[in-house]
Nanobody, 121 residues
Framework: QVHVVESGGGLVQPGGSLRLSCAAS????????MAWYRQAPGKQREWVAA???????TYADSLKGRFTISRHGAKNTMYLQMNSLKPEDAAVYYC???????????????WGQGTQVTVSS
């Protein structure tokens, strides 16, 4: 079994910061990439940022400069540092881990349950 758990969401004022965490655990051979997505009420889930096992990071163009993704490979943990938050950043933030459960399996995506981020004064 694999578990993906996000944490760190909450209420923050506009202009504030939050740091989200995502931890993958269970029967994991290797994690190829991890990514953050978000979904606001009434909107489709959108990709935020991703980090590969080699440390390569990519971001949605609209979020570059404000969000920073990082990963602690040895702990199968990923972070999202969010600065200068805006009301439009409010959403449920989801973590996805693309991983292999053993050396001969294909990579599969596993999702967490999400963590709520609210940006409001």
């Amino acid at each position: 079994q694999v578990h993906v758990v996000e944490s760190g969401g909450g209420l923050v004022q506009p202009g504030g910061s939050l740091r989200l965490s995502c931890a993958a655990s269970g029967t994991i051979f290797s994690i190829n990439a991890m990514a953050w997505y978000r979904q606001a009420p009434g909107k489709q889930r959108e990709w935020v940022a991703a980090v590969t096992s080699g440390g390569t990071t990519t971001y949605a163009d609209s979020l570059k400069g404000r969000f920073t993704i990082s990963r602690h490979g040895a702990k199968n943990t990923m972070y999202l540092q969010m600065n200068s938050l805006k009301p439009e950043d409010a959403a449920v933030y989801y973590c996805r881990a693309d991983l292999q459960r053993n050396s001969y399996s294909l990579s599969e995506g596993y999702w967490g349950q999400g963590t709520q981020v609210t940006v409001s004064s």
